[in-house]
């Protein structure tokens, strides 16, 4: 059984996340928890003079928000009632990074499903700040889901590679359970400043043609070319659906979402990117 969290601040995005979350682990035991986190600074002393006089002031901060988790698990049992799944809510009072590090432990989440950007999120923003903070910060593996994405079955799956990154199989389980619930082709790019190849490398290749041997794998590498225009690229030409990847250090991830013009380049057309870590 997989335990997943789906935060959610109800914008179109978080929706679209959780919808996606809800197709991708069809015919699967799933318990998902769906979270939403409220801050402090949310509420005015208006919010609180409109509760009943015997209502704690905590109590009514969360009530609307309680009653809207539930109407979405209502609605969600009533899409999907002949799947194994199983819905509880949270709703947390607390700093963003802080709540989902406390459901993951609390509740032993094995992945995290969410949008790309929350409700005040621009296009034009590759990743929000939330978004971008537990990829930074929380080590659970986690699968982010452009605004506006369409599920499609993960038929096709790109494993990018940083130049400074080596293949380990530790935290890959994730990636293998899509790859074989799917029957998906792996795409394996490296992605490299220079033509130069190291015995790390061949290493490397050596080591991955083994482990995938029983897969449809291909091995491709991209030279000199920035990592957010050359996965975009790579994506849009190899008609890949998902995007797989290893975080270790904020080098891959900064190249990846830097804020430059190459990282906005087709923004539309990206696909949900699959985080793992070591």
């Known amino acids: 059984m997989k335990n997943i969290l789906l935060p959610t601040d109800f914008s179109e995005n978080a929706k679209n996340a959780i919808y996606y979350a809800m197709e991708l682990f069809k015919n699967e035991l799933c318990t998902f928890y769906i979270l939403n986190v409220q801050k402090a600074s ?3 002393t208006d919010d609180l003079m409109v509760a009943p006089a015997n209502t704690s002031v ?3 901060v969360i009530s609307d928000v309680k009653n809207k988790l539930n109407l979405m698990i209502e609605q969600l049992k009533e899409q ?3 799947e194994n799944y199983t819905f509880h809510t949270i709703t947390d009072y607390d700093i963003f990074i802080d709540a989902i590090k406390q459901a993951i432990k609390s509740k032993e989440i094995d992945i995290i499903v969410m949008g790309t950007n929350g409700a005040t999120g621009a296009s034009e923003v590759v990743f929000g700040s939330n978004t971008l903070n537990v990829i930074r910060k929380i080590d659970c593996p986690l ?3 452009p605004q506006g994405y369409t599920f499609k079955k993960p038929k096709t799956i ?4 940083d130049e400074s990154d080596h293949f380990k199989t530790e935290g890959i389980e994730p990636l293998m359970d899509m790859i074989l619930k799917y029957k998906s082709s792996i795409r394996i790019l490296k992605i490299k400043e220079d033509e130069t190849v190291t015995v790390a490398d061949f290493d490397d290749k050596k080591h991955m043609k083994e482990y995938f041997k029983d897969l449809n794998h291909t091995f491709h590498s991209i030279i000199n070319v920035p990592t957010a225009l050359a996965i975009t690229s790579f994506v849009q030409i190899m008609n890949v659906d998902m995007t797989a990847m290893f975080i270790q250090k904020e080098t891959f991830l900064e190249r ?3 804020g430059s013009e190459t990282s906005k380049i087709s923004y539309g057309t990206r ?3 699959m985080v793992m870590h070591h």
């Open 42 to 44: 949310n509420y005015t």
């Open 58 to 60: 905590h109590q009514s």
């Open 80 to 82: 999907y009632p002949h």
């Open 143 to 145: 699968i982010a889901i």
């Open 158 to 161: 790109l494993y990018a590679i």
């Open 256 to 258: 990846f979402f830097k």
């Open 271 to 273: 696909v949900p990117l």
